[in-house]
């Protein structure tokens, strides 16, 4: 009797312990807000990067702001996708990236987040939301991963507030990409979007720069517009990878915007803001306003919707019923307008219209 008692105990109290480890389990898979899982077999980890950058092989980065075109970069195998401050010139027509706020950033992270499943996801710090103390800094870096679904940050410039607002942030768990060279938003002080690095002194800054980004703990710095010795020898100076953006061949990865490489932009806004640096590997923008035009031609024209995508039928008898309502409301004229367009889409639909 004892020893059944016992059995009885032992088994509620392993039923007990398996329901609470079970238990433990649900707020990391269903609760938890934070960056997505660094699995190796889902998505691209700072380990990964780490072994590609020692084996010498190049990393692919591209630069989104929204779901579809994070799902085509995930599709593609991507290594890095980078949600850019820049959406402030490519989707919201702005001259700079100065204007964009951190709540516009983080709806860019959120939507980019739920279409790229497996690249490294960056997302920047806007303009104005970590310059004024490193707690701003960290508070900021803290949301973009929160709220945004981002796995590591970038911000830009060397300056040494922002070298320690960097170094704060890695020290708070977060992994930061460093950016040198054309900081867009410093722009004020640069005097214009100016390549950097193109005398003695600027080429020595750069350097320099990137260097204390590693000494801050950065994982990886972008390199842009800086000429392609300049970017040779910073990438040589560092242990950790460069990020080239019109800086040459010599970096350890490149970078370009998702519309700039498509070739989606006509307008003379987007000609304007469109890098000269940038190859366009399609002309996306041209395919794009061809069918704008051809749909606006078939619309004016009544060639569009045909039958054929105007799937949604009403039986005949309803269609009696329907039109005998419309007459019992007064509506003589909408159910003879019904009546006809019954007729020619009947008559659309037949062999001999084909």
């Known amino acids: 009797m004892a020893a059944s008692l016992v059995r009885s105990c032992c088994s509620r109290a392993s039923r007990a312990i398996t329901t609470v480890r079970f238990m433990s389990n649900v707020p990391e898979d269903t609760v938890y807000g934070g960056p997505k899982p660094q699995n190796s077999n889902q998505r691209v980890t700072l380990t990964q990067l780490r072994q590609k950058h020692r084996k010498g092989e190049p990393i692919t980065m591209v630069t989104a702001y929204d779901y579809p075109s994070a799902v085509h970069i995930d599709t593609a195998g991507i290594d890095v996708c980078l949600v850019g401050d820049s959406a402030a010139m490519v989707v919201h027509g702005y001259d700079t990236t100065l204007p ?5 950033m983080l709806v860019h992270c959120r939507a980019v987040a739920r279409g790229a499943k497996r690249p490294l996801l960056v997302g920047d710090l806007p303009f104005g939301t970590y310059e004024s103390s490193t707690n701003q ?3 900021t870096a803290v949301r973009v991963l929160k709220e945004g679904g981002m796995d590591a940050i970038k911000l830009e410039g060397g300056s040494p507030s922002r070298i320690t607002a960097a170094k704060s942030i890695v020290e708070a768990g977060i992994a ?6 054309l900081t867009p ?3 004020s002080v640069l005097g214009g979007f100016r390549p950097q690095g193109k005398n003695i002194a600027s080429a020595v800054k750069v350097v320099e720069t990137a260097m204390a980004l590693q000494e801050a703990g950065c994982f990886s710095v972008v390199l842009e517009c800086v000429p392609p010795p300049v970017a040779a020898a910073a990438t040589s100076a560092l242990n950790i990878p ?9 970096c350890s990865g490149q970078v ?3 519309h700039d490489l498509l070739g989606m932009m006509q307008h003379p806004h987007h000609a304007k803001v469109t890098p000269k640096f940038c190859k366009q590997y399609a002309q996306v923008g ?3 306003n061809k069918a704008l035009l051809e749909y606006k031609e078939e619309v004016s024209k009544h060639l569009f919707p045909g039958p054929s995508h105007s799937p949604y039928k009403i039986s005949s008898s309803d269609l009696d019923g329907f039109l005998s309502e419309l007459q019992k409301l007064g509506l003589d004229k909408a159910a003879s307008d019904a009546a006809a367009s019954a007729e020619k889409m009947d008559h659309s639909d037949s062999p001999s219209s084909q």
């Open 100 to 104: 964009i706020s951190l709540e516009e």
């Open 137 to 139: 800094a960290v508070d």
């Open 176 to 181: 930061v990409m460093g950016h040198v060279g």
């Open 185 to 187: 938003q410093a722009i």
């Open 242 to 250: 460069t990020i080239g953006i019109g800086a040459g061949p010599f």
């Open 256 to 258: 370009l915007v998702y």
């Open 286 to 288: 041209e395919v794009i």
